[in-house]
């Protein structure tokens, strides 16, 4: 039996010690938000935070998050960053498919906990690792930006 | 965590559904909620309850007011994240007059009588057709579930309809003062005889169209809350993975499964004719277990196919084969002049959406369950008939949002493989494709093969033109009878046949050379114009060059009467700095033109192609004309998205075949653009009051081209084959060399890896 703490909540799981944490927070916990995209750390549509960090959950075995604070996309809107990023993400409307904004989230969010103020290349190096096939790259960069500054920088769109 | 079924109150309950629960339901409700931990199935509660008996005005098949206050809209087409769902509620909603925020979504259940796409003839998304076609369609709805609406107000208080106006879903009746809401409403317009049509606005009095509204899918895709396919879970769900047959056309010989079902939590081995699966109580264990299988294939008649060997065969084609002529004017042969001639090959593509192919099945003796995203729902019918034996009317399809589409999910080939699966258990299953499947069982953007030439007058005019095309017809296996009389496929000549310059005589032929049998080919994002466009305004940049001429304006002096795109060339040129200034050594200005699916565009692109042949995208312009625009934030996101989509594919992407397999796996070796590689966007869009054009696609189509043209711009070099070969582009052999044994391995991208491979 394995005990997970998965945005504040205790979970027991049965599961082998090696299975990803991906497929432990979709296929046994339900937690859907977090999303398969490569399963080889390429592309970061599966990213969570372990004590804040940043991480791969598709090639994370699910051992290694015992003891760990795990933060999902589901959690995030809970911290103040979270919530910031996620309506700087609404008010530049940067979702299109919105399959890889959970990861890109998760990305942005903690790069602003660790640098409130990133630059253009702390940026670059935070969310590289992040694909988005429907191709949101400028608008992502704009949104953190926002987030940081609570500037607006783009046209917003109307509720 | 427990997963419990509520029925709706139906005698026949969600998992039994009768002949006249699926009429009722219109196959849309999912038929249960969860009631435990943090998910929930967004959007779809509101279904149920509207769908458990509420009274509601139903006027036509897109429209649905309760006399609880919602409104709901049905969306015919799909919404895979170029905004469909918002450009098409806006049409609805502005002649309803109801604000956006005041709406419901609605996936559309299959159902090819209400909801196919007259520009396609089938129900499908595709094409860049989505506002084009419903641009009158839709505001017809609205406006006729308005005029009901109105005219029950104005028989409850006895006064003329004329006297009444809406804002906001309240109806007022201005003399007295006297307001109604749509949902008091609601019960009455459905006694209301329905108008052979009713009026429609002016454009001078649109609310929503053509403002930057918010989009309607986004608040849950930004706190994980909005189910993908990929993302459904049904009471009893098993979860699988499959393997087919890594050559086309190969089949299943044996299989040793005894240490897949040594695997804890693995349940079922499947096999199928061409394909093996592996179920277990979730992906990992699955996916483990399709690990451990030793699959003895037999890798049938294209076993041994190689890339060289398609492209050997496409040369052969072009050279020897018969052409159809898609345009014919004047003589091509007569003309005396300067000959120039190229040859230009471009590669097979995958789609790679973000979400990987995935389908929930549940087959029953007497019903099949279907929880998809797809482009093409009705055809999703059509294949779990086809494999279950059930008649039609016992199929229900739940279409989903798409994690991207592209035209990857206009095929229903990984629908029938998940039913064939899922009817050899008693369970539902949910089949999720590998990254590693989803790129090695696609159905690719064909190759082709384009011999293209002109001749230039004493002024360095182009006189004669003459493009010869060789590839494989998508159109033949999607819709054989869209195929012309003569046999031609009018995609392969799209934006090749009909460019937006004069031009005296030309011919314009293409050469049918289907793929192998058993290699499927699609649609990809731009279709046949991603592939001509990058042609043709390549080609027009080598003329340009071989007169001695600029760029811009050898174009404008093609263009003859052709005002939309004179503007957007100039538009774009302008704001670009086109001509204004040299720009440093190894820094390139491109431009491509164009008018794809309706719409004007011109795209510049600013390029630095490093000593080393490393390209960096500076800068890109856009200027487009797309007629009226229903969200100008759409046409915004699509430009963007849409030029990063083909630049991907231009500097990295190609499919390549070794002994008849796909030698891609994954996002390490199908590489695509990354955030760090992405420049700065502007997109400026004319005004306009012509017919609404296409938009999604429009920008793949420039992308290659405006690219390609910076990248000769900067370096003199003029590349014909996609993906770009960056071992062209070195200047300096000694300073690569340098950088490359300099670098530890990591910090190589396997593509200067390949240049580092010819050097040493
Ligand atoms: S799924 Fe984990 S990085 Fe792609
Ligand atoms: S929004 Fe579609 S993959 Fe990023």
Redesign the pocket.
Known sequence: MIVLSINGQDSQVEVPEDMPLLWVLRDVIGLTGTKFGCGIAQCGACTVHLDGQPVRSCVLPVSGAINKKITTIEGIGATDIGKRMQQAWLGIEV???????SGQIMSATALLAQTPQPTDTDIDRAMSGNL???G?YVRIRAAIKQAATGQITLPQTIA | MAIRVTPVEDGDGPLNPSRRELIKRGGLVVAFIWLSGPMRAWGMAETARIDQGQPQFAPNAFVRVGNDGSVQLVMPSIEM?QGAYTGQATLLAEELDVGLDQITVEHAPPNRKLYSNPMLGEQATGGSTTIRYCWSTLRNAGAAARYLLVSAAAQHWKVDPSQCTVARGVVTHAPSGRTLRYAELADAAAQVTPPDKAPLKSPSDFQLIGKPLRRVDTPGKVDGSLPFGIDIRVPGMKVATVQACPTFGGRLVSVDDTRARAVPGVLAVVKLDNAVAVIGEHFWAARQGLDALDIHWDRGANGKLTTEQLFKDLAEASEHGTPIVGRDVGHVDGVSGKLVSATYQLPMLAHAT?EPINTVVHVRPDACEIWVGSQVPARCVDVATKITGLPAERIVVHNQYM??GFGRRLFEDSVEQAVAIAKQVDYPVKVIWTREEDIAQDRYRPAYYDRISSTLDGQGKPVAWTHRTTGASVLATFAPSAMGKNGLDPDLVECAADLPYEMPNMRVEWVRHDMPSGLAVGWWRGVGSTHNVFVVESFVDELAHAAGKDPVAFRKSMLGDNPRALAVLELATQKAGWGQGALPPRHGRGVALAAPFGSYLCVVVDVEVSPQGEISLRRAVTAVDCGMVVNPNTVEAQIQGGLVFGWSAALYSGITLKDGAVEQRNFNDYRVMRLNQTPPMEVHIVHSKEQPGGIGETATVMAMPSLLNAVFAATGVRLRTLPIDRSALVSDNNALKAALSAATPLDIPSDVASVARMLV
């Open positions: 979702a299109q498919c919105g399959y890889c904004q988005c096939r429907c949101t | 994240g973000m994690g991207g």
